[in-house]
């Protein structure tokens, strides 16, 4: 760092990585557990807090956050103010960097690459592969040819994922850090315009770079600004209406800034797809026109399909400029396109044709149906989950606790339901007392065992409003063995909505080999709903699955899976997966009332139809 400057802050997701990757270490040197979990339950706990931690360490209140004690705090205190922590360097220089990188493995935890490195040798990726292939992992007491074929398999996805994107539960709050930040740093109006573009525009799962456009007559002091924020680590490059910077943590960022008569055809180019804008181009020259970076030029003579010939007289001079992105399609003949369908997926004959769905919005979730608190692994009461999602504008919040039968969790078995239902019926009275529209429904999140029994009884389930049905563990069985595991589940008569149908996270653990289709098809059969689960390490049914859903005619529902109050929040991801699918308001089930969620929950339905 250049003497003198500032060290940028550290992020929570940057302390929380610091001690997770700290009691991973601890874990490969064979620490004992208590000590191992003295840093990871650190990491977890700075990782959700809504909080910046700088503010909580300011504050003199890191002892006060849960799970973190004195040594864990003054080693966070150290971090932040240093930017580094001499115990982790001490652990890493005992561990051979290639054993940590086997940590980067989907699937692959501290524990097997300890024994990987302690009893095979195996100190990187390429050797745990080698190894692999030529069955020496089988040496290894528990492992067998199925298992290094899962490893074979994590190392694929691994590979094949690109370094450089990131996740867009990391990158579309910074994006959006980073919009607010201009906007603050330049002053009232000299950001006219501004907008997140690329494919976090059009919320694809991850992202290569950040990217803003914005209109400014002051470019100048616009960039100046941008180039200064406190989220950027150096300037990559910068020209007059342009700047490219790395972030303390995160993607490159790029800010592009333009006259507001070029807005729409800006704003259009930026967002993409390439597929969705060599559509657009193709459209424009049977027009006898050019799509260029801010507008339209006519072309001399280009011929129009099947109409001759336009020339610039006729096209009405050599260029054209756009305001909005709407009046540019208009222009073309064509019903503007919303970003999250730009990816050539035929949005552009349904916009010639004018058919393109109307979308499901944010604003039309009434309620959520999924969601955790303090009775199982939560971190708020039932009270205050009720009253945040009030607060929200919900209508309605189902408290799905974890069932039994998930061993990494405390579950709620049939005697805790009982007292948890008091609970819910005494915050609904309280409701009802003071004249306000808004209830709890009580179900849970049964765990669907090995065996695909469910975590409670039926006689237990069938007194509950609502029951979701989940696998957390077993996700790598084969595919024959797991896909009639949640079809027994499936076909129970008490199992509302199938919740995070393939298991994945992001960037860290591979979908089972779940037979998709046949599963969608059973829910399909059955009744049961299918969950676009919102929180943006798992965004499980995808886009691709929840069109398909769709398809084979799934009820679906949208579900933030809250375990804290600003998970909340998290059900803008899944809003627009949905868009993403091309799903409307009419085909999202907690887009309704409560009563008519109700009658067409699986076990009220009677016949009745979704649609």
Same mark, same amino acid.
């Given at each position: 760092?250049?003497?003198?400057?500032?060290?940028?802050?550290?992020?929570?997701?940057?302390?929380?990585?610091?001690?997770?990757?700290?009691?991973?270490?601890?874990?490969?040197?064979?620490?004992?557990?208590?000590?191992?979990?003295?840093?990871?339950?650190?990491?977890?706990?700075?990782?959700?807090?809504?909080?910046?931690?700088?503010e909580v360490a300011s504050a003199g209140?890191?002892?006060?956050?849960?799970?973190?004690?004195?040594?864990?705090?003054?080693?966070?205190?150290?971090?932040?103010?240093?930017?580094?922590?001499?115990?982790?360097?001490?652990?890493?220089?005992?561990?051979?960097?290639?054993?940590?990188?086997?940590?980067?493995?989907?699937?692959?935890?501290?524990?097997?690459?300890?024994?990987?490195?302690?009893?095979?040798?195996?100190?990187?990726?390429?050797?745990?592969?080698?190894?692999?292939?030529?069955?020496?992992?089988?040496?290894?007491?528990?492992?067998?040819?199925?298992?290094?074929?899962?490893?074979?398999?994590? @190392?694929?996805?691994?590979?094949?994922?690109?370094?450089?994107?990131?996740?867009?539960?990391?990158?579309?709050?910074?994006?959006?850090?980073?919009?607010?930040?201009?906007?603050?740093?330049?002053?009232?109006?000299?950001?006219?315009? @501004?907008?997140?573009?690329?494919?976090?525009?059009? !919320?694809?799962?991850?992202?290569?770079? @950040?990217?803003?456009?914005?209109?400014?007559?002051?470019?100048?002091?616009?960039?100046?600004?941008?180039?200064?924020?406190?989220?950027?680590?150096?300037?990559?490059?910068?020209?007059?209406?342009?700047?490219?910077?790395?972030?303390?943590?995160?993607?490159?960022?790029?800010?592009?800034?333009?006259? %507001?008569?070029?807005?729409?055809?800006?704003?259009? +180019?930026?967002?993409?797809?390439?597929?969705?804008?060599?559509?657009?181009?193709?459209?424009?020259? &049977?027009?006898?026109? %050019?799509?260029?970076?801010?507008?339209?030029?006519?072309?001399?003579?280009?011929?129009?399909?099947?109409?001759?010939?336009?020339?610039?007289?006729?096209?009405?001079?050599?260029?054209?400029?756009?305001?909005?992105?709407?009046?540019?399609?208009?222009?073309?003949?064509?019903?503007?396109?919303?970003?999250?369908? +730009?990816?050539?997926?035929?949005?552009?004959?349904?916009?010639?044709?004018?058919?393109?769905?109307?979308?499901? /919005?944010?604003?039309?979730?009434?309620?959520?149906?999924?969601?955790?608190?303090? !009775?199982? &692994?939560?971190? /708020?009461?039932?009270?205050?989950?009720?009253?945040?999602?009030?607060?929200?504008?919900?209508?309605?919040?189902?408290?799905?606790?974890?069932?039994?039968?998930?061993?990494?969790?405390?579950?709620?078995?049939?005697?805790?339901?009982?007292?948890?239902?008091?609970?819910? &019926?005494?915050?609904?009275?309280?409701?009802?007392?003071?004249?306000? &529209?808004?209830?709890?429904?009580?179900?849970?999140?049964?765990?669907?065992?090995?065996?695909?029994?469910?975590?409670?009884?039926?006689?237990?389930?069938?007194?509950?409003?609502?029951?979701?049905?989940?696998?957390? /563990?077993?996700?790598?069985?084969?595919?024959?063995?797991?896909?009639? +595991?949640?079809?027994?589940?499936?076909?129970?008569?008490?199992?509302?909505?199938?919740?995070?149908?393939?298991?994945?996270?992001?960037?860290?653990? /591979?979908?089972?080999?779940?037979?998709?289709?046949?599963?969608?098809?059973?829910?399909?059969?059955?009744?049961?709903?299918?969950?676009?689960?919102?929180?943006?390490?798992?965004?499980?049914?995808?886009?691709?699955?929840?069109?398909?859903?769709?398809?084979?005619?799934?009820?679906?529902?949208?579900?933030?899976?809250?375990?804290?109050?600003?998970?909340?929040?998290?059900?803008?991801?899944?809003?627009?997966?949905?868009? +993403?699918?091309?799903?409307?308001?009419?085909?999202?089930?907690?887009?309704?009332?409560?009563?008519?969620l109700l009658a067409l929950l699986k076990?009220?339905?009677?016949?009745?139809?979704?649609?």
């Open positions: 760092m250049v003497e003198g400057t500032k060290r940028p802050r550290m992020s929570n997701k940057q302390v929380s990585g610091v001690f997770k990757a700290t009691g991973d270490l601890l874990q490969i040197l064979g620490e004992s557990r208590f000590v191992v979990l003295a840093y990871t339950n650190a990491a977890r706990t700075i990782d959700g807090l809504e909080q910046d931690i700088n209140a890191l002892r006060d956050l849960p799970r973190v004690g004195e040594a864990i705090a003054e080693k966070i205190q150290t971090l932040l103010d240093t930017g580094s922590l001499p115990y982790y360097d001490e652990l890493a220089r005992q561990v051979p960097e290639g054993v940590v990188a086997m940590l980067q493995v989907p699937d692959v935890g501290p524990k097997t690459v300890q024994r990987l490195w302690r009893e095979l040798d195996i100190t990187s990726v390429e050797a745990l592969k080698t190894s692999a292939e030529e069955g020496r992992l089988r040496g290894l007491k528990g492992f067998g040819a199925k298992t290094e074929e899962r490893i074979l398999k994590s @190392i694929e996805l691994l590979s094949s994922r690109s370094d450089d994107r990131t996740p867009i539960g990391s990158s579309r709050p910074l994006a959006e850090s980073l919009l607010t930040g201009l906007k603050a740093a330049c002053g009232e109006g000299v950001v006219e315009r @501004i907008s997140v573009v690329g494919s976090l525009r059009r !919320w694809r799962e991850t992202t290569g770079e @950040i990217r803003l456009l914005a209109v400014s007559s002051l470019a100048e002091q616009t960039l100046k600004a941008f180039m200064s924020l406190p989220q950027v680590a150096e300037v990559v490059q910068s020209n007059a209406d342009a700047a490219t910077v790395s972030l303390v943590d995160g993607p490159p960022a790029t800010l592009k800034v333009v006259e %507001q008569s070029q807005w729409g055809t800006a704003l259009c +180019r930026a967002t993409g797809s390439p597929d969705h804008l060599a559509a657009l181009d193709e459209k424009a020259k &049977d027009m006898g026109w %050019q799509l260029g970076e801010s507008g339209l030029y006519a072309l001399a003579a280009n011929p129009v399909s099947g109409n001759g010939s336009v020339s610039r007289s006729e096209a009405g001079g050599d260029q054209r400029f756009f305001d909005s992105e709407e009046s540019l399609y208009e222009f073309m003949g064509l019903q503007w396109v919303p970003p999250e369908l +730009r990816e050539g997926g035929g949005e552009m004959e349904a916009a010639s044709d004018r058919s393109l769905p109307k979308l499901v /919005s944010h604003g039309e979730i009434q309620g959520e149906v999924h969601g955790h608190t303090t !009775w199982s &692994d939560g971190k /708020s009461s039932v009270a205050e989950m009720a009253e945040a999602a009030r607060s929200r504008g919900y209508r309605y919040w189902a408290v799905t606790d974890h069932s039994v039968g998930l061993g990494v969790t405390r579950g709620v078995d049939a005697e805790a339901l009982l007292e948890q239902r008091r609970e819910v &019926d005494a915050v609904n009275d309280s409701y009802a007392a003071r004249g306000i &529209d808004f209830r709890l429904i009580q179900g849970t999140e049964v765990e669907v065992l090995g065996d695909g029994e469910l975590g409670l009884p039926d006689a237990v389930l069938a007194v509950l409003d609502v029951v979701v049905a989940s696998i957390h /563990s077993g996700l790598r069985q084969d595919r024959q063995r797991i896909t009639e +595991r949640c079809l027994k589940a499936i076909h129970n008569p008490f199992v509302d909505i199938l919740g995070h149908p393939t298991g994945r996270l992001l960037g860290r653990r /591979s979908p089972s080999e779940i037979d998709l289709e046949k599963i969608l098809s059973a829910c399909a059969d059955t009744g049961t709903a299918v969950e676009i689960n919102a929180n943006p390490e798992r965004l499980d049914l995808s886009a691709e699955h929840a069109r398909l859903a769709s398809g084979l005619g799934c009820s679906v529902v949208i579900n933030s899976d809250a375990h804290s109050i600003g998970q909340l929040d998290l059900l803008r991801y899944g809003v627009h997966t949905a868009r +993403r699918a091309w799903l409307r308001t009419e085909d999202i089930l907690n887009a309704r009332p409560l009563d008519e076990r009220n339905r009677s016949g009745r139809s979704l649609k």
